[in-house]
C-alpha cells in the first residue's frame, strides 16, 4: 500500500501509530477530516491478517464516521481507531491507558468511544488518561454502553424506509429477518416484537439465537439461510459486505435496514438494489443512534435530548429518500450527498478568519 497517496485520494490529514512494548499496544488512530469539529469515532479492537489490514480498516472507518456524523447533523469530523489484537485475550490495563496518553497528545483532534471488541470498561481505562474519550460509565454522568440507542435510531430509521416500501411505517406483522441477534440486535428486536413484527433470526451464536427465540418468540434458521427467508424487511446487524452478488439474487425483502456497518460489499451493489426496487435505508445514517449519543456527552450528557436526536434519525432516513426520488440516484448516494453537501457548506461559513491564542498578535 502506498500510504501517502492513499491518504492524499481520499483526502485524509493524519495517521497515528502507536506502540508500547510492555502492555502490547499497538495501535493505529486514522483522522479523515475535521472540517466539522473534533473527529469523534471508535476504537475498535481485532486479529488483523496482517498491519496492512489493519492500516486499511482504520482508514477506511474513520472516512465512514465523517460521513456518518455529518449526516447526522452532528459538528463532529470522522476519526477511527483500530488495535490489533484479540479483544478476548489480550486486553490489560496499561495497554488502554497507554492508548489513552496517545489521545491526550491530539490534543482533542480525535475523540474516541467504543466499537467491535471494546468496551465500556475499556474507555473507563483511557478516561483515566483523557477526557477525550465518550461512551464511559454512567456514573461519570456519561452515556454508558451505547448499544440499545443505536437500535433505537436503526427502529426509526427502519420505520421511515417501510412508509416507502409499503405505504405506512407500522411494523405489525411484518415479516423481519435479523443477521446477528448481539448486543443492537437483541434490543431492537425489543422494540419490533414490543409493535408486533414477527421476527425471523439468526447467529453463529447459538445462545444469541436461544435467547431471541425465547424472549420474542422468534424463528431461527442457519446462517446461510437468512439472505432467502420469506420476509418484508432484512435487517443485517453482524458484519459488513453482505449486500454482494451472491446474497441479492437470494433477498425477498423489499427493505433493507439494519445497524451493520458496510452493509454495502462494493458500491455497484447499492446500484443494483435500487435498480431492483429494494428501500435501503444506508448503513451510516441508520446506525448513527450510537454516535449521536456519545457526542452528546460533550454537552454533558442527557438522555431525553440524547433520544430525542435520535427519534429524529426517522427523518433523516426520509429525506435520504427525498433525495435518491429528486436526483434518480440510489440511497447510499444520496446519503453521501447529504454528508457532503454539510461538510461543504460549513468549510464555505468557516472561511472566515478567527482569531485564536497562536496567532501572530498573540505573540506581541
Ligand atoms: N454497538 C453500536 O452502538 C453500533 C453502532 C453503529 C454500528 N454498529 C454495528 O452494528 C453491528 C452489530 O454491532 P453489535 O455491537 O451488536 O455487535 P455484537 O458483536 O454484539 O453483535 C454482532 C452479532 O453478530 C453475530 N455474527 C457474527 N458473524 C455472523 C454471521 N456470519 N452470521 C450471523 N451472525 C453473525 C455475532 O455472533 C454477534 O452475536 C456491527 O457491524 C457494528 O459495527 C454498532
Ligand atoms: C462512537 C461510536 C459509538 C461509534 C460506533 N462504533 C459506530 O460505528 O458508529
Wanted: glycine residues 10%.
Amino acid at each position: 500500500m502506498e500510504i501517502f497517496k492513499y491518504l492524499e485520494t481520499y483526502d485524509y490529514e493524519q495517521v497515528v501509530f502507536c506502540q508500547d512494548k510492555e502492555s502490547g499496544l499497538k495501535a493505529i488512530i486514522a483522522i479523515h477530516d475535521t472540517t466539522l469539529g473534533p473527529a469523534l469515532g471508535g476504537t475498535r479492537m481485532w486479529t488483523y491478517e496482517s498491519e496492512e489490514a489493519a492500516i486499511e480498516d482504520a482508514l477506511r472507518l474513520a472516512k465512514g464516521m465523517t460521513y456518518k456524523n455529518a449526516a447526522a447533523g452532528l459538528n463532529l469530523g470522522g476519526g477511527k481507531t483500530v488495535i490489533i489484537g484479540d479483544p478476548r485475550k489480550d486486553k490489560n490495563e496499561a495497554m488502554f491507558r497507554a492508548f489513552g496518553r496517545y489521545i491526550q497528545g491530539l490534543n482533542g483532534r480525535y475523540i474516541t468511544a467504543e466499537d467491535v471488541g471494546t468496551t465500556v470498561a475499556d474507555m473507563d481505562l483511557i478516561h483515566e488518561e483523557t477526557d477525550y474519550v465518550t461512551g464511559i460509565s454512567p456514573s461519570f454522568g456519561s452515556s454508558g454502553n451505547p448499544s440499545p440507542v443505536t437500535a433505537f435510531g436503526v427502529y426509526r430509521g427502519m420505520k421511515a424506509a417501510a412508509k416507502e416500501a409499503f405505504g405506512t411505517d407500522s411494523l405489525e406483522g411484518k415479516k423481519i429477518a435479523i443477521q446477528g441477534v448481539g448486543n443492537v440486535a437483541y434490543s431492537l428486536c425489543e422494540y419490533l416484537h414490543e409493535e408486533g413484527a414477527q421476527l425471523i433470526v439468526t447467529d453463529i451464536n447459538k445462545e444469541a439465537v436461544q435467547r431471541a427465540v425465547e424472549a420474542f418468540g422468534a424463528t431461527a434458521v442457519d446462517p446461510d439461510d437468512i439472505y432467502g427467508v420469506e420476509c418484508d424487511i432484512y435487517a443485517p446487524c453482524a458484519l459488513g459486505a453482505t449486500i454482494n452478488d451472491k446474497t441479492i439474487p437470494q433477498l425477498k425483502a423489499r427493505v433493507i435496514a439494519g445497524s451493520a456497518n458496510n452493509q454495502l460489499k462494493e458500491t455497484r451493489h447499492g446500484d443494483l438494489i435500487h435498480e431492483l426496487g429494494i428501500v435501503y435505508a444506508p448503513d451510516y445514517v441508520i446506525n448513527s443512534g450510537g454516535v449521536i449519543n456519545v457526542a452528546d456527552e460533550l454537552y454533558g450528557y442527557n438522555y431525553d435530548r440524547a433520544m430525542k436526536k435520535v427519534e429524529g434519525l426517522y427523518d433523516n432516513i426520509a429525506k435520504v429518500i427525498e433525495i435518491s426520488k429528486r436526483d434518480g440516484i440510489p440511497t447510499y448516494l444520496a446519503a453521501d450527498r447529504l454528508a457532503e453537501e454539510r461538510i461543504a457548506t460549513m468549510a464555505k461559513s468557516r472561511s472566515q478568519f478567527l482569531s485564536n491564542g497562536h496567532n501572530i498578535l498573540s505573540r506581541r
